[in-house]
């Protein structure tokens, strides 16, 4: 039962003998009318209000680091997440966000690029880092040891709450779509209520795990400074 459960995210499916189910990262690109590209529409409104927002808040974040167009890493980062969730709420598209494979190598080549941009160039900086301000003496090594074991498991933690949130939602809504043919016909017009409402609830998810990715992501890199 739990095989077969946890098969939904399987990259399993082929054509032509080509396994194509990663393709589905780039499936926002192409779902984007051209008209967003030829002229001013609604569509390009919105979503250029929602990046201005985000350039502004990641420009705050990041301080002086944010002069530069660093936020431009940032924001693309949040959208090429938010997209792909929401690509992965329609049925029969493979959710690349889902699994390890993507998370951790979102995560872990940034955490790398901060943490020797840091090491290297801002040495005395880091060191200062890892004993907060007030600290007594006694409990410095401690600290230290606490400090380095958190940074160290930031990619992890990066990766797994994205991937966990996502493979959470779509467990719930697939179990509750395999108790449907034993029910009755009252109990199935309140189960689909139920998913109409998780899939809202997994909307909201996929706009909230996208923003905190890249929130985190940018504080991250504005300690390094």
Not at 18 to 24: E, F, G, P, R, Y
């Amino acid at each position: 039962m739990m095989t077969n459960l946890f098969s939904v995210f399987d990259p399993s499916s082929s054509i032509f003998n080509l396994s194509l189910n990663w393709l589905s990262t780039f499936l926002g690109i192409l779902m984007i009318p051209s008209a967003y590209w030829l002229m001013p529409s609604r569509y390009h409104i919105f979503w250029n209000n929602i990046l201005l927002t985000l350039h502004k808040e990641f420009k705050t974040l990041l301080g002086p680091m944010g002069a530069n167009g660093s936020t431009f890493l940032f924001v693309s980062l949040f959208s090429m997440i938010l997209f792909n969730n929401f690509m992965g709420l329609f049925p029969y598209i493979f959710t690349s966000t889902s699994h390890l494979t993507l998370t951790l190598t979102l995560a872990l080549p940034l955490w790398l690029s901060f943490m020797l941009f840091g090491w290297i160039n801002n040495t005395q900086h880091m060191f200062a880092h890892l004993v907060p301000q007030g600290t007594p003496a006694v409990l410095m090594p401690f600290m230290v040891c606490i400090e380095t074991i958190s940074n160290i498991i930031r990619p992890g933690t990066l990766a797994v709450r994205l991937t966990a949130n996502m493979i959470a939602g779509h467990l719930l809504l697939t179990l509750l779509g395999n108790t449907g043919p034993s029910m009755s016909t009252i109990l199935l017009s309140v189960l689909i209520i139920t998913q109409i409402a998780l899939l809202v609830l997994e909307s909201a998810v996929a706009m909230i795990q996208s923003y905190v990715f890249a929130v985190l992501s940018t504080l991250y890199s504005s300690e390094v400074n």
